[in-house]
């Protein structure tokens, strides 16, 4: 059974940086492609960035393009998402997933963790 456990949310002013984590445990990570989404309060849980197995290729929603990048450690079994310049809209839970592809559809994902709280006050 494959485990991510988020963390690294926080309350930040906008402006600032979060770096969120994701650890991965029961399979080694180079094993999935990655996925970072966000649920606001009352929205459905939306596409933020993804990364493939190697970490040659990402991709990432046109709202953070710029301001978020997304790495992996395979070494270390960890997904990192690394956010700057955020802003109120960034607010919301952060999952991180795994999944077979680099997807922007949470459908594709097999594997979430329970998320973090990212809340960017203006």
């Known amino acids: 059974q494959v485990q991510l456990v988020e963390s690294g949310g926080g309350l930040v002013q906008a402006g600032g940086s979060l770096r969120l984590s994701c650890a991965v445990s029961g399979r080694t990570s180079s094993s999935y492609a990655m996925g970072w989404f966000r649920q606001a309060p009352g929205k459905e849980r939306d596409f933020v960035a993804t990364i493939s197995r190697s970490g040659a290729v990402t991709s990432y929603t046109d709202s953070v393009k710029g301001r978020f990048t997304i790495s992996r450690d395979n070494a270390k079994n960890t997904v990192q998402l690394q956010m700057n310049s955020l802003k109120p809209e960034d607010t919301g839970v952060y999952y991180c997933?795994?999944?077979?592809?680099?997807?922007?559809?949470?459908?594709?994902?097999?594997?979430w963790g329970q998320g973090t709280q990212v809340t960017v006050s203006s």
């Open positions: 997933a795994a999944g077979d592809y680099t997807a922007t559809m949470p459908a594709r994902y097999r594997y």
